[in-house]
């Protein structure tokens, strides 16, 4: 594939690598081809072979622009306007622009949007060569349709209706027209519409030219209707559609654009002219078997009927009975499949209504085909087009440069991320773009495949001999110990195992192609069989690689990794090494969000041993699927409450039950369970609180505490509660939210003190912002109390010892190292560069690594950058001390005077900061203590159309950075409770590992209003320059969406009068949004089922 030969064969790699699918855009160049429509396109190199590329020009990020000689505006304004993070996947965010631009030179928001979603020649308007790719289609069709008579155009519309949310813009423009038919999956939409638009192939082989139909029978594989061995598709016939004709495409799918369709189906009917009379009758389903499937004899049964009302019901029985899904079926959601079977019918029968209505106004001398009686505003609002507008984003904050502050101190200012041009040039370099050394050895793993089993042996023989394998590595290669850690949480974490298996996916050796025997054991799964889950989450972090250089001289060894917490992955116990002897690296991560705390260490240790066994070095990078296996995610939760609570809604007391899966090993759960008690007070005071917590032990990968530790579910879980207290009180949810919230100065129910008053401020602000008593339904409002850090001194000991380290050189520039890891959080750009008062242009952040700070611990608890940024301050105060007195002597002198004349006095001109880290001393046992260093506050409000947020910042260090962390961070919620959902068979394998199955956020799941405010005039006393942490907390108000859904389908059962005690699990899928309505389709196929 094409992204391969960039990296080896020339030796680019600007061009980066995520999920290797097609679903993440990282990979996207651009493929020129000679073609007087389109000259252009964005395609994605992961996917794309290169001998398709015969005549085509490929550019890359590095062609576009990089920091030497020129950056491209396109680059410059992405940089400056923030518009990265961690910037893994920014080149292909910028040659998906670039693509555009070269073919429009001035795009509508509407293609910029398209562009950032994710050969042939036309013969004649009708006839489309099969390789002509998607996009080519579409743009062919907008070209055409509007040339044409409108009753001729209905087919192209409805394959248009289809061609603005199949995949993204790059796959549209790799995949071909004659491949989408030919592969004929399930999930492949323009083959039904096709096929009842009644598509012809032209197909040709050695033996000659002929056409066949493209109908049910092609798509179901019948060897009659198919294409015979050498058999090519030339070109697709889509005739016009006639005046009598009716057809429409449908589609349901996870998220609005660039998710493969649940079900989807095309339908088309005809009627005797003037009557209402059914003449002809197609209905095709796609998603629901391996193949498309037609309900072909319920459309027979249907013919001679007529269009009204007891024909849908006939309609829609027939259909659940031919279109039949067992409850084993393939892809799950079975209820909520046959829903959308009868609910696209009822559809297709109110748009059949609505045209034929218009028709017979607008046109009356067609008399055709009927007339109906006019339908009801509630029918005409079920035929609504859910579309997006173009978000609009607001960031609100108060600049707290004061005149006096001097021009180069960057405290407070919107200051671009420090990497943010190489991100948009593709020139920051993460571990994947590191060129491999001599001798270098790539490392795969092989895991488990049964959930719960004992390794009988291991035989590697097979796998030594196929060429190019060296050798396979297990426990037995492994010279010190095989897992226990230092860390609490990793106790029983095996790197490699040897006896018992506990989870599918748990590592058994490296390399390739081993037989493994295996004895069954019983695999436990649930937390309990009867419990259901009420999170069922994991992460994404597109970039995680790990490659390991391995020096034989004096056993050192030096290992460049993609972590949250470098101390973590040195490999002492296993390698029966000595710190000292083992360098770690990062220069930059890729995201983490928490994931690259503890399981980096797993990696590395595998690769140390590779590299130890073999003398070479490793290099081991994770595959999309092997990564999600393997890493784990949120810790599914599941919680019981009871509550007490007045008739105002004031909550008196709650007895809470949380339990979390912690998979099969303890991993970080031991960590995660005690927090809970803390977090789960979030801003309510209750008096009598009792909160228990349980681990539980499962056969399923260990998870790990992502952002939020725990709050994402604790939060949602109190929440919950609320809205239910409001629902028996009959309240406002709001009202009850305030009747409950913490007032003034307070005491926490782990006896912490704080003031609320910024939470008030927060709260009424937000309030006030979206005219919220206005709406009436859909609409949530969300207060959110969220702790800094951890509650323990030696996690806050970022900087424990040596923890920063500035050298200042002859010239006057300065090299500034500290514990902390850049994430694409911006940490190196918000490092106190005001102590030393020179202009950024003098200082330069190398990378982390414990060659220079020795015992760091984690970048995470959003404290990352107010305990380097003490440790930095630290080391400037010492260094100004050594300069002090030179300065006295030359008061007029300029900085570089000052460093020339400390290194003529042998002045030292490096020194090490440290800063201790916050006192947290909770006792859990005595509930005294001081459990954190401080409190976030900050409410969200979301509605159909938009989101507002109120954040309490306080003084941020960079606003710029800090409100892209906080709409990333409330995207990422969204993301949570709305969206990723996933699966485990009841074997315990897990069945959604890659972008096609695991959904997350997309650009069309952005607020259309999306409006952050940063409360003005707030102080905080206890963090550098009066700043807050921010990062992890602002996940949690991603719920307000949650709540806001949650809000809306209560006003739906309120409507048909059922009952308001439901409970929505998270996250809140399409799915689960539609089985909760409970509408007529839902209860229709449940009725159904249960006379089956
Ligand atoms: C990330 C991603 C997201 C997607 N999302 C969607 C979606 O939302 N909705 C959707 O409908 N589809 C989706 N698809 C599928 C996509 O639309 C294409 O159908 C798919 O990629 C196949 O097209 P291709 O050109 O890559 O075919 P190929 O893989 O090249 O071909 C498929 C098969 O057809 C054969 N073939 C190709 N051309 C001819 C010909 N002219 N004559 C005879 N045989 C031929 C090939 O030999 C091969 O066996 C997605 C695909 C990806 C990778
Ligand atoms: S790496 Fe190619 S699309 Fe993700």
């Known amino acids: 594939m094409l992204k391969f030969f960039f990296f080896n064969a020339v030796h680019l790699s600007g061009t980066k690598y995520g999920c290797g699918v097609g679903g993440c855009g990282a990979c996207t160049v651009m493929i020129s081809t000679y073609d007087p429509v389109t000259k252009h396109r964005p395609a994605n190199s992961c996917l794309f072979p290169i001998c398709s590329l015969h005549g085509a020009a490929v550019t890359t990020v590095e062609e576009v622009g990089s920091i030497k000689p020129r950056i491209h505006t396109i680059q410059e304004r992405l940089a400056k306007c923030n518009g990265s993070q961690c910037g893994f996947c920014t080149p292909g965010k910028v040659m998906s622009i670039y693509a555009l631009l070269r073919n429009h030179a001035e795009p509508s928001m509407e293609k910029i949007i398209a562009a950032l979603d994710g050969r042939f020649q036309t013969v004649n308007w009708l006839v489309i060569g099969a390789a002509c790719c998607l996009a080519q289609l579409r743009d062919i069709l907008m070209k055409a349709v509007p040339k044409l008579a409108e009753e001729k155009t209905k087919i192209y519309q409805a394959f248009l209706q289809h061609l603005r949310t199949l995949a993204g813009e790059q796959m549209r423009s790799m995949a071909s027209l004659g491949g989408h038919i030919v592969s004929r999956a399930s999930t492949r939409e323009l083959n039904p519409i096709s096929s009842v638009g009644k598509s012809v192939l032209n197909l040709a082989s050695e033996d000659g030219k002929r056409q066949i139909l493209l ?210 040039t593709g020139e920051e370099v993460y571990i994947d773009d590191i060129r491999p050394v001599d001798g270098e050895l790539s490392l795969a793993l092989v895991t488990n495949i049964k959930a719960h089993t004992k390794i009988m042996s291991i035989n590697a023989s097979e796998a030594l001999q196929v060429p190019g394998v060296v050798d396979v590595v297990t426990a037995r290669d492994v010279p010190g110990e095989n897992g226990k850690d230092e860390q609490a949480y990793a106790e029983d974490k095996v790197f490699l195992a ?79 090494l000595q710190y000292n002897k083992i360098m770690c690296h990062m220069k930059c991560v890729g995201g983490a969000f928490g994931g690259k705390i503890t399981k980096p260490l797993l990696f590395a240790v595998i690769a140390a041993v590779a590299a130890n066994k073999t003398g070479h070095a490793v290099c081991f990078a994770l595959e999309r699927n092997m990564d999600m296996l393997i890493t784990g995610r949120w810790h599914p939760f599941f919680g019981k409450y009871k509550v007490g609570f007045m008739n105002d809604g004031r909550i008196r007391a709650a007895d809470f039950q949380c339990y ?41 990968p260990s998870n790990t505490a992502f952002r939020g530790f725990e709050f994402p579910q604790a939060g949602l879980f109190v929440e919950t509660c609320i809205v239910a207290v409001a629902t028996q009180t009959d309240l406002p949810h709001e009202k009850v939210r305030e009747i409950n919230m913490y007032k003034r100065v307070n005491l926490t129910s782990f006896k912490e003190k704080f003031d609320a008053e910024n939470l008030w401020k927060c709260w009424e602000e937000c309030l006030d912002k979206p005219d919220y008593y206005s709406k009436k339904k859909g609409i ?54 005001r102590e030393l008062k020179i202009p950024l242009s003098y200082i330069h952040l190398c990378e982390t690594s414990t060659t220079t700070v020795t015992s760091g611990k984690y970048t995470a608890g959003s404290t990352g950058t107010e305990i380097n940024a003490r440790a930095v301050q630290d080391v400037c105060q010492i260094l100004w001390k050594h300069l002090d007195p030179i300065q006295r002597d030359n008061p007029n002198g300029k900085w570089e005077d000052w460093i020339s004349e400390g290194h003529k006095q042998s002045t030292s001109l490096s020194a090490t900061g440290y800063f201790k880290g916050y006192v947290t001393n909770m006792n859990q046992d005595t509930e005294k203590g001081h459990a954190f260093p401080y409190f976030r506050f900050g409410v969200s409000c979301s509605e159909n159309i938009g989101t507002d947020i109120v954040m309490d910042a306080c003084f941020t260090i960079n606003p710029a950075i800090d409100i892209g962390q906080i709409e990333g961070a409330f995207i990422q919620g969204v993301g949570l409770y709305t969206l990723e959902e996933i699966f485990f068979s009841p074997e315990g394998e897990q069945l959604t590992l890659g972008p096609d199955t695991y959904k997350i956020p997309a650009i069309c799941d952005i607020p259309e209003q999306f409006c952050v405010y940063l409360l003005p005039n707030s102080c905080n006393s206890i963090a550098i320059y009066s700043s807050k942490g921010v990062g992890e907390a602002r996940f949690f108000l991603g719920s307000s969406v949650f709540f806001a859904i949650q809000d809306a389908v209560a006003a739906a059962r309120k409507e048909r009068g059922l009952p308001m005690d439901f409970t929505p699990n998270s996250p809140l899928t399409v799915e689960r949004i539609c089985m909760a309505c409970d509408d007529v389709f839902t209860e229709m196929v449940r009725l159904f089922s249960s006379l089956l």
């Not at 991993?667 to 917590?693: A, H, K, M, T, W």
């Not at 050189?809 to 940490?827: A, C, F, K, N, P």
């Open 215 to 424: 109908n049910d029978q092609f798509l179901a594989g019948c060897e009659h209707a198919d294409l015979k061995a050498k058999e090519v598709i030339v070109s697709v016939l889509i005739p016009y559609s006639m005046k009598d004709d009716f057809i429409s495409a449908f589609r349901q799918a996870e998220s609005q654009k660039n998710a493969l369709s649940i079900v989807n189906s095309g339908m088309r009917i005809l009627f005797s002219p003037g009557t209402d009379t059914i003449v002809d009758l197609s209905i095709l389903y796609g998603g629901i078997g391996s193949t498309i499937l037609s309900a072909r004899k319920s459309c027979e049964k249907l013919i001679g009927r007529q269009w009204n009302d007891q024909m849908l019901n006939e309609a829609c029985r027939l259909v659940l009975e031919e279109i039949f899904l067992p409850p084993s079926a393939l892809g799950r959601k079975v209820e909520y499949r046959r829903t959308l079977l009868v609910s696209f019918l009822f559809r297709f029968y109110l748009e059949v209504l609505h045209g034929s209505d218009n028709i017979a106004l607008t046109s009356p001398s067609l008399q055709y085909p009927f007339r109906c009686a006019e339908l009801s505003q509630e029918k005409m609002s079920a035929l609504g087009m859910l579309q997006s507008g173009i978000a609009q984003g607001v960031q609100i904050y108060q600049l707290r440069c004061v005149c006096r502050q001097p021009p180069q101190d960057p405290v407070g200012r919107p200051i671009m991320h420090q990497s943010g041009i190489k991100h948009t």
């Open 780 to 833: 949530a409002i969300i207060p959110m109390k969220f702790s800094v850090g951890f509650n323990a001194t030696y996690f806050h000991q970022v900087t424990s010892s040596n923890q920063s380290l500035v050298h200042i050189y002859i010239d006057g520039s300065v090299l500034v190292t500290h514990g902390g890891i850049e994430l694409g959080q911006g940490i190196h750009t918000k490092m106190s560069h």
């Open 498 to 576: 040897s006896g018992g298996v506990v989870c599918v996916g748990q590592i058994i050796c490296a390399v390739v192609a081993v037989k493994i025997v295996y004895e069954d054991l019983e695999p436990i799964l649930t937390i309990e069989v009867t419990i259901c889950l009420l999170f069922n989450n994991r992460f994404r972090i597109l970039e995680l690689e790990y490659l390991l250089d391995h020096r034989r001289e004096d056993k050192e060894m030096d290992v460049y990794v993609s972590t949250q917490h470098a101390t973590d992955v040195q490999v002492k116990q296993t390698l029966n």
């Open 660 to 700: 979390i899966n912690g998979g099969c090993t303890k991993d970080e759960f031991e960590s995660v369970s005690p927090s809970l008690i803390p977090l789960i007070g979030q801003c309510i005071y209750i008096l009598n609180l009792l909160v228990r917590g349980h681990a539980c032990k499962t056969n399923l």
